[in-house]
């Protein structure tokens, strides 16, 4: 987390922009983000990073807000609920996708100048395996007074963008919410390595982004949101639980799970990404490895 907070602000600066500046928290600015300190209090490594990125140029104060956040696991162990099989954690270092996209695709802003403002959020943690790490049945305080049921330690990513999502829409009142994340396999058995998954509560702001997905072949998916998905999030013992209790609808659980912490409502969308972050073979434009899906379709749709 660190050592991506110090690329973020090397990228910044070397863009020479006035229009783009940066803020970093952590240490004790950051005790009221219960999810992102239950992650990130698990590895010997400096700790979490809360990484701020703001594209807003003078005279931009009227201009439309969107907010983008990003998963930021810069290496994930799944925790005491460790992955199986132990050959999918050599990926890993992928599952900081999320805010790699959006950091770079509000620092290309400065390139870009559209009339609108954008803030960037990077929520970087290691999901590390330790003493200190979060244990199934602990009980944590999201930012805003949410508490959750932890069943699943490995379920990790939504924890650290609840916190965010929350601070956002409470703080800054945006005019769309959109968080980038390798959030569930899941959704990789429901869309293989095609599309990305997207939910949203807006229908406009769905179809947007679907078609600057298409314009610029980084594709989406639309999947349903639904009250019925969201009570399976039920907790005895807290406000809601990290893990559906009844299997299946992975990814749409988790994306209600998100959606819970929208304070005002605000136009939002989760995309899934994790089918698409990295790739085993040279595509058309991308050689193996990470893909930076989601850069060309962030700039597209701003």
Do not use: C
């Amino acid at each position: 987390p660190d050592w991506l907070a110090k690329q973020a602000a090397a990228m910044v600066s070397a863009t020479k922009s006035s229009s783009l500046s940066i803020s970093v928290k952590s240490g004790r600015a950051l005790k009221d983000f219960g999810g992102l300190l239950a992650i990130g209090n698990s590895s010997p490594n400096p700790g979490p990073r809360l990484i701020q990125v703001s594209y807003a140029p003078k005279g931009s104060s009227n201009w439309p807000h969107v907010v983008l956040v990003g998963k930021g696991i810069t290496f994930d162990t799944g925790g005491v609920s460790l992955k199986r099989p132990y050959e999918s954690m050599t990926a890993m270092k992928s599952d900081m996708a999320g805010a790699a996209a959006v950091l770079s695709a509000t620092v290309a802003m400065a390139k870009i100048k559209p009339k609108v403002k954008v803030t960037a959020l990077l929520m970087a943690a290691e999901n590390a395996l330790s003493g200190t790490a979060q244990r199934p049945s602990d009980v944590i305080k999201h930012f805003g007074g949410t508490t959750v049921e932890v069943l699943n330690t490995d379920a990790e990513g939504r924890l650290i963008l609840a916190d965010a999502i929350y601070y956002i829409d409470e703080q800054y009142n945006p005019e769309f919410i959109i968080d980038l994340a390798t959030l569930t396999g899941a959704i990789v058995v429901s869309l293989g390595n095609e599309y990305a998954g997207l939910f949203s509560n807006d229908d406009k702001l769905s179809e947007k982004l679907i078609n600057a997905g298409q314009i610029e072949n980084e594709k989406l998916w639309r999947f349903p949101l639904h009250k019925n998905y969201d009570k399976l999030m039920d907790s005895k013992i807290a406000d809601m639980q990290n893990i559906n209790y009844s299997g299946g609808a992975g990814s749409i659980t988790a994306a209600q799970f998100l959606q819970r912490f929208l304070k005002n409502g605000t136009p939002w969308a989760h995309l899934d990404i994790a089918g698409m972050a990295w790739t085993k073979k040279d595509l058309e434009t991308i050689p193996t490895g990470a893909t930076g899906y989601g850069v060309k379709l962030l700039n597209k749709f701003v």
